[in-house]
C-alpha cells in the first residue's frame, strides 16, 4: 500500500481518484485523468509527498495540454493559497 505524506506531516493511503477529480477540474478529460494518475501510483514508491504528486501531475498535465497545467496553478493559487 502506498502512503501519502501531506503538508501538515499526517499520512494517508494513496487515492487515485483525488488525482482524476483535479485534473479533471484543470480541464483533463477522464480519460486523460485516469492515465495520469495511473502513472502517478505506478511511479510511487510505499510513500510519496503531496508535493511529489503535484509536480508529477503538472508534468504530465502540460505534456498533454499546457492550458491544464496552468488551471492547476491557477486553482492553488487563488483557492488553496498556494505558490509553491
Avoid: C, Y
Avoid at 45 to 52: A, G, H, L, P
Wanted: charged share 35%; net charge positive.
Amino acid at each position: 500500500m502506498i502512503t501519502v505524506k501531506k503538508r501538515d506531516g499526517r499520512k494517508e493511503p494513496f487515492a487515485a481518484e483525488k488525482i482524476v477529480v483535479s485534473a479533471i477540474k484543470s480541464g483533463a478529460p477522464l480519460e486523460v485523468a485516469r492515465t495520469i494518475a495511473h502513472g502517478i501510483e505506478q511511479g510511487a514508491t510505499d510513500s510519496i509527498s503531496t508535493r511529489e504528486i503535484k509536480n508529477r501531475v503538472l508534468v504530465m498535465l502540460k505534456a498533454k495540454n499546457p492550458e491544464w497545467e496552468r488551471n492547476w496553478m491557477v486553482f492553488d493559487t487563488a483557492v488553496k493559497k498556494r505558490s509553491e
